[in-house]
């Protein structure tokens, strides 16, 4: 079956380490999609990727860098000057060719806890 | 860009219909609605999106007021496995890839 897949499920980093969180699709969908979620709150935009080797800031992109060298790989850095990074991350893709209006598929999140 | 409003919480009954509103007083044209769920620990998952005619598929169905500015989500008997937060969110056909997702309305299904 197609899908996104976010490895790992849990995280614990100490404070001041980089970590980077994978998300990998099988849809082959052109458009992928990185999202923070804390307590009680909606999701918020930290990057999109329209196509491989191309990515854009979200509003909240500051202490996060991504990579997409492959249309099925868009890998989530959250580096030491992110000053809160424990957060549930959430990746995504879409298929925009028919128009930007195509569903988002979620993968199943990874949980960052960071000490 | 585009926002949408929904009622932080509701509860329902079991087996009883469920209608979760969402207002968007500033939708353009080519904004589609687009309606997600999400239960707890798992990503969002999609659910019915549409433009102007009300859509219905084997999960919900989604009635779209005349002017566009606010929709429905039907869910037509409540289980206990609807019990998610639902978002509705606008996408627009061209333009921009940063979606606005609110809170969401947390849905309680009472057995």
């Known amino acids: 079956d197609g899908g996104i897949t976010q490895s790992p499920k849990y995280l614990f980093r100490k404070e001041g380490q980089n970590v980077t969180l994978s998300c990998e699709q099988n849809?082959?969908?052109?458009?992928m999609y990185w999202y923070r979620q804390d307590p009680g709150q909606g999701l918020r935009l930290i990057y999109y990727?329209?196509?491989?080797?191309?990515?854009q800031k979200g509003d909240i992109a500051e202490g996060y860098s991504v990579s997409r060298e492959k249309k099925e790989s868009f890998p989530l850095t959250v580096t030491s000057a992110q000053k809160n990074p424990t957060a549930f991350y959430l990746c995504?893709?879409?298929?925009?060719?028919?128009?930007?209006?195509?569903?988002?598929?979620f993968g199943n999140g990874t949980r960052l806890t960071v000490t | 860009d585009a926002k949408t409003t929904q009622p932080n919480s509701m509860e329902s009954n079991e087996e009883e219909p469920v209608h979760l509103p969402c207002n968007h007083s500033?939708?353009?044209?080519?904004?589609?609605i687009h309606w997600y769920r999400q239960l707890p620990s798992q990503g969002p998952e999609y659910v019915i999106h549409?433009?102007?005619s009300n859509v219905n598929n084997r999960m919900a169905s989604l009635a779209i007021a005349e002017d566009r500015k606010s929709s429905t989500l039907i869910l037509h008997r409540a289980t206990l496995r609807d019990a998610a937060v639902y978002y509705c969110?606008?996408?627009?056909?061209?333009?921009?890839?940063?979606?606005?997702f609110g809170t969401g309305t947390r849905l309680k299904v009472l057995a």
């Open positions: 995504a893709s879409s298929k925009p060719g028919t128009g930007l209006n195509s569903p988002l598929h």
């Open positions: 849809l082959n969908h052109d458009a």
């Open positions: 990727s329209q196509i491989v080797n191309d990515f």
């Open positions: 500033t939708i353009s044209g080519t904004d589609y």
């Open positions: 549409g433009l102007t």
């Open positions: 969110i606008l996408m627009p056909y061209s333009g921009t890839y940063k979606y606005i």
